[in-house]
């Protein structure tokens, strides 16, 4: 973190993750002395997808610097859904195996639905199985999106105790703002989820004490919709054009998030930078997800994970 009496506090996303990862490895090590259990992370990815082929590297280099068990299942395009749908059933039932994952997007000729609800609930890492939705909507241990999940983590090393203050959730996705919204309302806070049809948004904004914008649109929260002193949790990930009008002449471009940072950081308390925010924190979670599985999956009470 760093600190400037004129600028919101940067909240280090990327070191926070580190120290996840090392946390996960050390738990994850002693599972393996202790019960003879390494932690098996299984990721699936059908085509060739520039993106989805770098993102699956990094899962799997990071997944094995954390001396966890990494499986990588490499597809080609013309893979049938049926031949998907038997391979999910054989990691389903493979010991070694704790965690399952499937990089979407995947061909349009495979249902996306059929192929995650297919995986067993247990081994759903990334949290979107039905099941895992609902054990959080009522409150029951289950497995979270590895976003939110990374989000939560940033604000209770932040701010500590959540509960009572007022939390905006921009984006009602399945993947981010719906399980952030749950696991907001678990920390007692008291929650509004915003969305394209929303009235005045920037109005509501003004009233969050934390905001987390999760809308995949570029730096579309301005600095006047913050509260002073409001902690904001930037989930957007968004290429624009560079500011340099050569390199963007070139086709060069720039990561932003969905709040205008420069805006945002002189008026709210704590902000997540993009890059270097809540990105890494994805990876970090899916880790910590896969050793949470091995330990339900053995009757062996996980060690904490948080800071």
Not at 60 to 89: M, N, V
Not at 114 to 138: C, E, Q, S, T, Y
Not at 262 to 290: D, H, K, Q, S
């Amino acid at each position: 973190m760093t600190a400037d009496p004129a600028r919101a506090t940067l909240i280090d996303g990327k070191a926070f993750a580190a120290g996840l990862v090392e946390r996960v490895a050390a738990a994850s090590a002693r599972l393996e002395s202790a019960h003879g259990v390494k932690p098996g992370l299984a990721v699936v990815i059908v085509g060739e997808d520039p993106a989805s082929q770098i993102y699956v590297r990094n899962k799997g280099e990071t997944t094995e610097r954390a001396g966890l068990r990494s499986d990588i299942h490499r597809l080609p395009d013309s893979t049938t859904q049926a031949d998907l749908l038997a391979l999910i059933a054989a990691l389903n039932a493979d010991a070694g195996i704790h965690g399952i994952l499937v990089q979407l997007p995947l061909p349009a000729h495979i249902d996306d639905a059929a192929v995650l609800g297919a995986i067993d609930p247990d081994k759903d890492v990334d949290g979107f199985h039905v099941v895992n939705a609902g054990r959080l909507a009522v409150g029951l241990p289950g497995l979270v999106p590895c976003t939110p999940l990374g989000c939560l983590m940033l604000l209770k090393a932040e701010l500590g105790d959540l509960s009572g203050l007022n939390a905006v959730v921009i984006g009602r996705s399945n993947i981010v703002g719906k399980p952030m919204a749950q696991l907001l309302l678990g920390e007692s806070c008291t929650v509004t989820v915003a969305h394209s049809r929303t009235r005045d948004l920037p109005a509501l904004c003004r009233t969050a004490d934390i905001l987390v914008a999760a809308v995949g649109r570029p730096e579309m929260v301005r600095g006047d919709w913050i509260r002073p002193g409001a902690t904001v949790i930037d989930v957007g990930i968004n290429r624009v054009p560079s500011r340099d009008p050569v390199k963007a002449a070139e086709g060069k471009t720039r990561l932003v998030g969905d709040v205008a940072f420069e805006e945002a950081a002189v008026v709210a308390g704590r902000i997540t930078p993009v890059p270097g925010g809540v990105g890494p924190m994805t990876i970090a979670c899916l880790l910590a997800n896969t050793y949470t599985a091995a330990c339900r999956i053995a009757g062996v009470a996980p060690d904490p994970l948080d800071a």
